[in-house]
């Protein structure tokens, strides 16, 4: 199971979010599920902002493209390719204002490329290349936006990230939020982490049936197909 896991905390050690993605690929192995890691931290390697030469080579068909906006795409298209190339997404990020860092946010405006993780249809509609994949967003607020609580309306970080992945063919993507941490006692603070990890938990465990089911399907397949 290829999983590309993706880290956009400002923080190192002192990160929960950091510490939470780790807990759930520990899970998964715990789980005997065979994890091959792609690892990206965008804080450090952090993708171009767009700028008017990406958009430009973006929108322009692949065989017009001259060498300077190959040279400009190339880093957008190696990250591409780790991405369709991965089974599964784990994707772990802090919420800094209401939204997500923007670090990752240059990481959707670099990967979210046409053509190439979206086509078009014939009746013109996107058909986004990431339906295959499971996703995890694992994030961590400082406030206690859920439902029911008075700041819930001000989460636009769960919107944000549905729809950006929802365009890239992302239908039902797993959310477990550690909340609230940064304004709240430290009894409520470990009681938000321990509810993260029961529910990370249980996500590798769900996983875990999921890929063994498909691994027996596709072992038949080849079976028949020997036959």
Known sequence: MKIMHVDASAKRERSN???L????????REERVDVDVDYLDVTVDTPPHVTEAFAIATYTPAHERTAAMKATLASSDALCERLLAADAFVFAMPMYNWSMPSAFKAFIDSVTRTGVTYTHGDDGRAVGQLGRQKVLFITSRGADLRAGSPYESMDTLTPALKASFGFLGVADPTFVDAQPLQFANPEVRADALERARSELAEVAANWAESFAASDTN???AMTVGEE
Do not use: D, G, P
């Open 218 to 220: 596709s072992r038949e």
């Open 21 to 28: 993605s780790r807990y759930f690929l520990e899970r998964l």
């Open 17 to 19: 979010s950091r510490a």
